[in-house]
Protein backbone atom coordinates (compact mmCIF):
# COMPACT_ATOMS: atom_id res chain seq x y z
CA UNK A 1 0.00 0.00 0.00
CA UNK A 2 1.64 3.16 -0.95
CA UNK A 3 1.23 6.77 0.94
CA UNK A 4 0.84 9.35 -1.26
CA UNK A 5 2.40 12.70 -0.29
CA UNK A 6 -0.32 14.79 1.32
CA UNK A 7 -1.81 17.72 -0.44
CA UNK A 8 0.56 16.93 -3.71
CA UNK A 9 -0.88 15.89 -7.19
CA UNK A 10 2.80 14.18 -8.14
CA UNK A 11 1.91 10.18 -9.20
CA UNK A 12 3.52 7.70 -6.94
CA UNK A 13 5.78 5.03 -8.95
CA UNK A 14 4.10 1.68 -7.73
CA UNK A 15 6.00 -0.31 -5.22
CA UNK A 16 7.04 -3.88 -7.09
CA UNK A 17 5.81 -7.10 -4.85
CA UNK A 18 9.16 -8.11 -3.31
CA UNK A 19 9.41 -11.95 -4.36
CA UNK A 20 9.50 -14.45 -1.88
CA UNK A 21 13.18 -14.80 -0.05
CA UNK A 22 15.35 -17.38 -1.16
CA UNK A 23 17.64 -18.71 1.53
CA UNK A 24 20.96 -17.27 0.89
CA UNK A 25 20.38 -15.40 -2.34
CA UNK A 26 19.50 -11.88 -0.82
CA UNK A 27 22.70 -9.56 0.11
CA UNK A 28 21.73 -6.30 -1.56
CA UNK A 29 19.33 -3.85 -0.12
CA UNK A 30 16.30 -3.12 -2.31
CA UNK A 31 16.28 -0.35 -4.64
CA UNK A 32 15.74 3.36 -3.69
CA UNK A 33 13.25 3.67 -6.34
CA UNK A 34 10.94 0.78 -4.87
CA UNK A 35 10.99 2.06 -1.27
CA UNK A 36 8.04 4.08 0.19
CA UNK A 37 9.97 6.74 2.90
CA UNK A 38 6.43 6.50 4.80
CA UNK A 39 7.19 2.52 5.06
CA UNK A 40 10.73 3.13 6.23
CA UNK A 41 10.15 5.59 8.70
CA UNK A 42 7.65 3.35 9.88
CA UNK A 43 9.98 0.50 10.19
CA UNK A 44 12.63 2.52 11.91
CA UNK A 45 10.10 3.48 14.18
CA UNK A 46 9.30 0.08 15.07
CA UNK A 47 12.61 -1.07 15.59
CA UNK A 48 13.49 1.59 18.29
CA UNK A 49 15.20 4.01 16.02
CA UNK A 50 15.37 7.61 17.58
CA UNK A 51 13.81 10.55 15.60
CA UNK A 52 15.98 13.52 16.45
CA UNK A 53 14.22 16.85 14.67
CA UNK A 54 14.24 17.34 11.20
CA UNK A 55 11.91 19.84 9.15
CA UNK A 56 8.61 18.80 10.13
CA UNK A 57 6.71 17.18 6.93
CA UNK A 58 9.71 17.57 4.79
CA UNK A 59 12.19 15.01 6.87
CA UNK A 60 13.29 13.19 9.75
CA UNK A 61 16.62 12.69 11.22
CA UNK A 62 16.73 9.39 13.05
CA UNK A 63 19.48 7.93 15.03
CA UNK A 64 19.53 3.78 16.31
CA UNK A 65 18.74 2.62 19.72
CA UNK A 66 20.88 3.10 22.52
CA UNK A 67 22.86 6.03 23.98
CA UNK A 68 24.15 8.39 21.28
CA UNK A 69 22.88 6.67 18.76
CA UNK A 70 26.48 4.96 17.87
CA UNK A 71 27.48 7.99 15.71
CA UNK A 72 25.10 7.30 13.29
CA UNK A 73 22.01 9.26 11.24
CA UNK A 74 20.08 8.76 8.66
CA UNK A 75 17.73 11.94 6.87
CA UNK A 76 14.39 9.90 5.47
CA UNK A 77 11.85 12.38 3.51
CA UNK A 78 8.57 12.18 4.56
CA UNK A 79 7.12 11.21 1.13
CA UNK A 80 8.32 11.24 -2.51
CA UNK A 81 7.63 15.19 -2.85
CA UNK A 82 10.72 16.02 -1.35
CA UNK A 83 13.45 17.25 -3.46
CA UNK A 84 16.22 14.68 -3.79
CA UNK A 85 13.96 11.83 -2.01
CA UNK A 86 15.17 9.15 -4.26
CA UNK A 87 19.26 9.83 -3.11
CA UNK A 88 18.52 10.68 0.65
CA UNK A 89 16.45 6.92 0.39
CA UNK A 90 19.63 5.84 -1.05
CA UNK A 91 22.16 7.65 1.06
CA UNK A 92 19.85 5.53 4.08
CA UNK A 93 19.97 2.32 2.69
CA UNK A 94 23.80 2.56 2.62
CA UNK A 95 24.20 3.60 5.85
CA UNK A 96 21.46 0.61 7.16
CA UNK A 97 23.73 -1.89 5.35
CA UNK A 98 26.72 -0.66 6.79
CA UNK A 99 25.58 -0.89 10.05
CA UNK A 100 26.54 -3.19 12.67
CA UNK A 101 23.05 -2.69 14.75
CA UNK A 102 20.06 -5.49 14.93
CA UNK A 103 17.99 -2.83 14.76
CA UNK A 104 19.50 -1.89 10.83
CA UNK A 105 19.26 -5.65 9.83
CA UNK A 106 15.54 -5.43 11.04
CA UNK A 107 14.81 -2.70 9.08
CA UNK A 108 16.59 -3.58 5.77
CA UNK A 109 14.78 -7.28 6.30
CA UNK A 110 11.24 -5.38 6.54
CA UNK A 111 12.00 -3.24 3.35
CA UNK A 112 13.00 -6.42 1.04
CA UNK A 113 10.88 -9.04 1.86
CA UNK A 114 7.46 -7.03 3.22
CA UNK A 115 7.09 -9.26 6.24
CA UNK A 116 4.29 -8.95 9.23
CA UNK A 117 6.88 -9.48 12.75
CA UNK A 118 6.12 -11.98 15.16
CA UNK A 119 8.07 -11.62 18.46
CA UNK A 120 8.62 -13.75 21.34
CA UNK A 121 10.14 -12.55 24.68
CA UNK A 122 10.91 -14.88 27.40
CA UNK A 123 11.30 -13.23 30.88
CA UNK A 124 14.88 -15.89 31.86
CA UNK A 125 18.11 -14.70 33.90
CA UNK A 126 20.71 -13.25 31.82
CA UNK A 127 24.02 -15.12 31.71
CA UNK A 128 27.51 -13.84 31.88
CA UNK A 129 27.54 -10.24 29.47
CA UNK A 130 24.33 -10.96 28.02
CA UNK A 131 24.55 -14.11 26.67
CA UNK A 132 22.16 -17.55 26.91
CA UNK A 133 23.35 -21.53 27.95
CA UNK A 134 22.61 -23.71 24.50
CA UNK A 135 19.17 -25.24 26.07
CA UNK A 136 17.70 -21.90 27.28
CA UNK A 137 18.35 -20.53 22.95
CA UNK A 138 17.02 -24.37 21.91
CA UNK A 139 13.81 -23.80 24.09
CA UNK A 140 13.17 -20.59 22.88
CA UNK A 141 13.82 -21.46 18.92
CA UNK A 142 11.80 -24.62 19.46
CA UNK A 143 8.76 -23.12 21.19
CA UNK A 144 8.55 -20.03 18.68
CA UNK A 145 8.76 -23.01 15.36
CA UNK A 146 5.81 -25.08 17.19
CA UNK A 147 3.83 -21.76 17.42
CA UNK A 148 4.64 -20.93 13.80
CA UNK A 149 3.25 -24.18 12.54
CA UNK A 150 0.24 -24.46 14.95
CA UNK A 151 -0.54 -20.89 13.25
CA UNK A 152 -0.08 -22.61 9.61
CA UNK A 153 -2.12 -25.55 11.00
CA UNK A 154 -4.81 -23.77 11.89
CA UNK A 155 -4.87 -21.29 8.51
CA UNK A 156 -5.83 -24.30 6.83
CA UNK A 157 -8.62 -25.62 8.61
CA UNK A 158 -9.88 -25.49 12.35
CA UNK A 159 -9.11 -28.32 14.46
CA UNK A 160 -8.83 -29.33 18.11
CA UNK A 161 -6.42 -31.57 17.24
CA UNK A 162 -4.37 -31.83 14.11
CA UNK A 163 -2.05 -34.83 14.35
CA UNK A 164 -0.37 -35.51 11.15
CA UNK A 165 -3.27 -33.75 9.68
CA UNK A 166 -2.04 -31.03 7.13
CA UNK A 167 1.21 -31.05 8.33
CA UNK A 168 3.36 -31.31 5.55
CA UNK A 169 1.98 -28.78 3.74
CA UNK A 170 1.89 -26.57 6.87
CA UNK A 171 5.54 -27.32 7.44
CA UNK A 172 6.17 -26.39 3.62
CA UNK A 173 4.16 -22.59 3.83
CA UNK A 174 7.03 -22.00 6.74
CA UNK A 175 9.98 -21.92 4.31
CA UNK A 176 10.34 -18.58 3.60
CA UNK A 177 9.58 -17.44 6.87
CA UNK A 178 12.59 -15.24 7.86
CA UNK A 179 14.60 -15.73 11.33
CA UNK A 180 16.53 -13.58 13.93
CA UNK A 181 19.18 -14.11 16.20
CA UNK A 182 17.82 -15.26 19.51
CA UNK A 183 19.28 -12.34 21.72
CA UNK A 184 20.37 -14.12 24.86
CA UNK A 185 17.65 -16.67 24.69
CA UNK A 186 15.14 -14.12 25.55
CA UNK A 187 13.92 -12.63 22.53
CA UNK A 188 13.19 -13.77 18.79
CA UNK A 189 11.70 -12.36 15.90
CA UNK A 190 10.35 -14.20 12.91
CA UNK A 191 9.76 -12.40 9.28
CA UNK A 192 6.19 -14.06 7.86
CA UNK A 193 6.36 -12.65 3.98
CA UNK A 194 3.04 -11.19 3.25
CA UNK A 195 2.79 -12.33 0.02
CA UNK A 196 2.89 -16.18 1.10
CA UNK A 197 1.99 -16.08 4.93
CA UNK A 198 -0.32 -13.68 5.75
CA UNK A 199 -2.92 -16.06 6.46
CA UNK A 200 -0.86 -17.20 9.12
CA UNK A 201 0.15 -14.34 10.68
CA UNK A 202 -3.60 -13.43 11.21
CA UNK A 203 -4.65 -16.86 12.28
CA UNK A 204 -2.02 -17.31 15.17
CA UNK A 205 -2.58 -13.42 16.10
CA UNK A 206 -6.05 -14.58 16.49
CA UNK A 207 -5.42 -17.81 18.50
CA UNK A 208 -3.31 -16.46 21.24
CA UNK A 209 -5.88 -13.84 22.52
CA UNK A 210 -8.74 -16.24 22.19
CA UNK A 211 -6.26 -18.91 24.17
CA UNK A 212 -5.72 -15.91 26.58
CA UNK A 213 -9.15 -15.22 27.29
CA UNK A 214 -9.81 -19.08 27.35
CA UNK A 215 -7.10 -19.14 30.24
CA UNK A 216 -8.69 -15.98 31.70
CA UNK A 217 -12.23 -17.57 31.79
CA UNK A 218 -10.74 -20.86 33.39
CA UNK A 219 -8.96 -19.01 36.19
CA UNK A 220 -12.17 -17.30 37.06
CA UNK A 221 -15.05 -19.54 36.60
CA UNK A 222 -13.25 -23.13 37.22
CA UNK A 223 -15.08 -24.12 33.51
CA UNK A 224 -13.14 -25.23 30.10
CA UNK A 225 -16.04 -24.19 28.50
CA UNK A 226 -13.84 -21.28 26.20
CA UNK A 227 -11.59 -23.33 25.23
CA UNK A 228 -14.18 -25.59 22.80
CA UNK A 229 -15.60 -21.91 21.35
CA UNK A 230 -11.62 -21.20 20.79
CA UNK A 231 -11.07 -23.91 18.37
CA UNK A 232 -13.00 -21.54 15.74
CA UNK A 233 -10.80 -18.66 16.96
CA UNK A 234 -7.22 -21.55 15.76
CA UNK A 235 -6.44 -22.78 18.99
CA UNK A 236 -5.92 -26.04 19.24
CA UNK A 237 -3.53 -29.40 21.18
CA UNK A 238 -0.38 -27.83 19.36
CA UNK A 239 -0.96 -23.89 19.90
CA UNK A 240 -1.60 -24.85 23.57
CA UNK A 241 1.89 -27.09 23.35
CA UNK A 242 3.54 -24.04 22.06
CA UNK A 243 2.84 -21.87 24.91
CA UNK A 244 3.46 -24.39 27.38
CA UNK A 245 7.20 -24.99 25.76
CA UNK A 246 8.01 -20.99 25.22
CA UNK A 247 6.18 -20.62 29.13
CA UNK A 248 8.06 -23.47 30.60
CA UNK A 249 11.26 -22.27 33.16
CA UNK A 250 10.62 -18.75 32.44
CA UNK A 251 8.93 -15.89 34.58
CA UNK A 252 6.68 -15.02 31.88
CA UNK A 253 6.48 -15.02 28.12
CA UNK A 254 4.90 -12.43 25.94
CA UNK A 255 4.17 -12.76 21.82
CA UNK A 256 3.33 -10.03 19.72
CA UNK A 257 2.36 -9.72 16.11
CA UNK A 258 3.34 -6.19 14.11
CA UNK A 259 2.13 -5.70 10.66
CA UNK A 260 3.86 -4.63 7.63
CA UNK A 261 3.54 -1.47 7.13
CA UNK A 262 2.96 -1.58 3.30
CA UNK A 263 0.42 -3.83 3.22
CA UNK A 264 -1.78 -2.53 6.10
CA UNK A 265 -3.70 -4.01 9.21
CA UNK A 266 -5.75 -6.83 8.41
CA UNK A 267 -9.52 -7.19 8.39
CA UNK A 268 -10.48 -7.85 12.06
CA UNK A 269 -7.21 -7.23 13.58
CA UNK A 270 -6.01 -4.46 15.99
CA UNK A 271 -3.68 -1.99 15.21
CA UNK A 272 -1.18 -1.44 16.97
CA UNK A 273 -1.75 -5.05 17.98
CA UNK A 274 -0.79 -5.50 22.18
CA UNK A 275 1.51 -8.53 23.26
CA UNK A 276 -0.51 -11.38 24.43
CA UNK A 277 1.22 -12.42 27.84
CA UNK A 278 1.49 -15.73 29.53
CA UNK A 279 2.81 -16.63 33.18
CA UNK A 280 3.52 -20.10 34.83
CA UNK A 281 0.47 -19.63 36.35
CA UNK A 282 -1.50 -20.55 33.12
CA UNK A 283 0.75 -23.72 32.40
CA UNK A 284 -2.04 -26.48 34.26
CA UNK A 285 -4.99 -24.95 32.44
CA UNK A 286 -3.17 -24.79 29.25
CA UNK A 287 -2.31 -28.29 29.74
CA UNK A 288 -5.41 -29.31 30.73
CA UNK A 289 -6.41 -27.84 27.56
CA UNK A 290 -4.28 -29.99 25.11
CA UNK A 291 -5.01 -33.06 27.16
CA UNK A 292 -8.93 -32.38 26.63
CA UNK A 293 -8.35 -31.54 22.65
CA UNK A 294 -6.38 -34.44 22.56
CA UNK A 295 -9.26 -36.78 24.03
CA UNK A 296 -12.00 -34.52 22.30
CA UNK A 297 -10.89 -34.90 18.90
CA UNK A 298 -13.60 -37.69 17.07
CA UNK A 299 -12.43 -40.15 14.35
CA UNK A 300 -13.08 -39.44 10.49
CA UNK A 301 -14.77 -41.15 8.10
CA UNK A 302 -12.76 -41.12 4.79
CA UNK A 303 -12.40 -42.74 1.54
CA UNK A 304 -8.47 -43.21 0.95
CA UNK A 305 -7.05 -43.55 -2.32
CA UNK A 306 -3.22 -44.27 -1.90
CA UNK A 307 -0.22 -46.64 -2.66
CA UNK A 308 0.54 -49.44 -1.00
CA UNK A 309 3.98 -49.36 0.31
CA UNK A 310 4.55 -51.76 3.15
CA UNK A 311 3.02 -55.14 3.94
CA UNK A 312 3.54 -57.26 6.46
CA UNK A 313 1.88 -60.57 8.50
CA UNK A 314 3.20 -63.39 10.63
CA UNK A 315 2.38 -65.95 7.89
CA UNK A 316 1.26 -66.90 4.17
CA UNK A 317 -2.40 -66.62 5.27
CA UNK A 318 -4.68 -64.78 7.36
CA UNK A 319 -4.96 -60.76 8.30
CA UNK A 320 -1.94 -58.38 7.72
CA UNK A 321 -0.81 -54.98 8.17
CA UNK A 322 -0.54 -52.41 5.44
CA UNK A 323 0.89 -48.71 5.38
CA UNK A 324 -0.21 -47.01 2.23
CA UNK A 325 1.37 -43.55 1.00
CA UNK A 326 -2.19 -41.24 0.64
CA UNK A 327 -2.78 -39.98 -2.67
CA UNK A 328 -6.22 -38.48 -1.92
CA UNK A 329 -8.75 -38.55 0.36
CA UNK A 330 -7.38 -37.46 3.95
CA UNK A 331 -4.64 -34.65 4.65
CA UNK A 332 -2.23 -36.96 5.88
CA UNK A 333 0.91 -38.48 4.54
CA UNK A 334 0.32 -42.12 5.18
CA UNK A 335 -1.81 -44.49 7.24
CA UNK A 336 -1.43 -47.54 8.68
CA UNK A 337 -4.79 -49.98 8.53
CA UNK A 338 -5.13 -54.09 9.16
CA UNK A 339 -6.59 -56.31 6.08
CA UNK A 340 -8.13 -59.21 6.18
CA UNK A 341 -6.95 -62.32 3.83
CA UNK A 342 -8.66 -61.13 0.87
CA UNK A 343 -8.18 -57.53 0.94
CA UNK A 344 -4.63 -58.13 1.93
CA UNK A 345 -4.09 -60.34 -1.29
CA UNK A 346 -5.94 -57.19 -3.22
CA UNK A 347 -3.45 -54.96 -1.46
CA UNK A 348 -0.58 -56.89 -2.76
CA UNK A 349 -1.34 -57.91 -6.11
CA UNK A 350 -1.89 -54.29 -6.80
CA UNK A 351 1.02 -52.99 -5.55
CA UNK A 352 2.90 -56.19 -7.71
CA UNK A 353 0.73 -54.43 -10.83
CA UNK A 354 1.65 -50.57 -10.37
CA UNK A 355 -1.41 -49.54 -9.49
CA UNK A 356 -3.15 -47.97 -6.18
CA UNK A 357 -6.08 -48.91 -3.77
CA UNK A 358 -9.10 -47.40 -2.88
CA UNK A 359 -10.24 -48.17 0.97
CA UNK A 360 -13.34 -46.88 3.24
CA UNK A 361 -12.79 -46.24 6.68
CA UNK A 362 -12.45 -43.98 9.65
CA UNK A 363 -8.96 -42.07 10.28
CA UNK A 364 -8.49 -42.24 14.26
CA UNK A 365 -7.06 -39.29 16.47
CA UNK A 366 -5.07 -41.73 18.43
CA UNK A 367 -1.86 -41.60 17.49
CA UNK A 368 -2.03 -38.64 15.14
CA UNK A 369 -4.75 -39.88 12.64
CA UNK A 370 -2.56 -42.42 11.42
CA UNK A 371 -4.34 -45.31 11.46
CA UNK A 372 -7.44 -46.47 9.42
CA UNK A 373 -9.68 -48.78 11.51
CA UNK A 374 -12.49 -50.77 10.31
CA UNK A 375 -11.44 -50.91 6.59
CA UNK A 376 -13.43 -52.03 3.91
CA UNK A 377 -14.19 -52.23 0.37
CA UNK A 378 -10.63 -52.47 -1.32
CA UNK A 379 -10.05 -51.93 -5.02
CA UNK A 380 -7.75 -51.15 -7.32
CA UNK A 381 -7.46 -47.72 -8.97
CA UNK A 382 -6.50 -46.96 -12.13
CA UNK A 383 -3.96 -44.17 -12.25
CA UNK A 384 -2.32 -42.40 -15.35
CA UNK A 385 0.72 -43.63 -16.96
CA UNK A 386 3.02 -40.86 -15.28
CA UNK A 387 1.81 -41.91 -11.32
CA UNK A 388 1.82 -45.85 -12.59
CA UNK A 389 5.58 -45.09 -13.89
CA UNK A 390 6.76 -44.08 -10.51
CA UNK A 391 4.33 -46.90 -8.51
CA UNK A 392 6.27 -49.41 -10.41
CA UNK A 393 9.94 -47.90 -10.01
CA UNK A 394 8.98 -48.72 -6.39
CA UNK A 395 7.83 -51.80 -6.76
CA UNK A 396 11.56 -52.73 -8.35
CA UNK A 397 13.27 -51.35 -5.85
CA UNK A 398 11.42 -52.96 -3.19
CA UNK A 399 10.54 -56.33 -5.18
CA UNK A 400 12.21 -58.76 -2.73
CA UNK A 401 10.25 -56.99 0.26
CA UNK A 402 7.46 -57.58 -1.25
CA UNK A 403 7.69 -60.54 -2.26
CA UNK A 404 8.46 -61.79 1.45
CA UNK A 405 5.27 -60.03 2.68
CA UNK A 406 2.72 -61.57 0.20
CA UNK A 407 3.94 -64.84 0.68
CA UNK A 408 4.01 -67.60 -1.65
CA UNK A 409 0.20 -68.58 -1.66
Not at 81 to 100: H, Q
Not at 276 to 297: H, I, N, Q, T, W
Not at 320 to 346: F, K, Q
Request: overall charge neutral.
Amino acid sequence: MMHRPFGSDEPVPPVRPHPAPVAGHWTDPPEPARVDPAVLGALLLRHGWQRRGGAAGRYARWTPPGPGGGGVSLLVPESRAFPDCEDLIAEALVALTRSASPAARDVLVGLAVPSDEIRWWRDVPAGPAGAATWPVEEQLRSAARQMLLAGALAARGRAGYYGARHRGPATASLEHVLVGPATGGRQLTAFVPVLTGRPLAVRLHQALHAAREAVDYQRATGGMDAFDGAVEAGVSHELTEAIVALVRGTEGARIAVEWAPGAGVPEGCAAPAEPVEFSPGDLAVLRAAGARYLRAEPSVPVRITGAVVRMRRSSPGGDGAVRVRVIAGAEVPHVRMTLDEESYRIAGHAHLVGLPIRVHGRLESRGGFRRLTGATGVVPVQVDEAERDRLMKSLQENLDFFEEACGTD
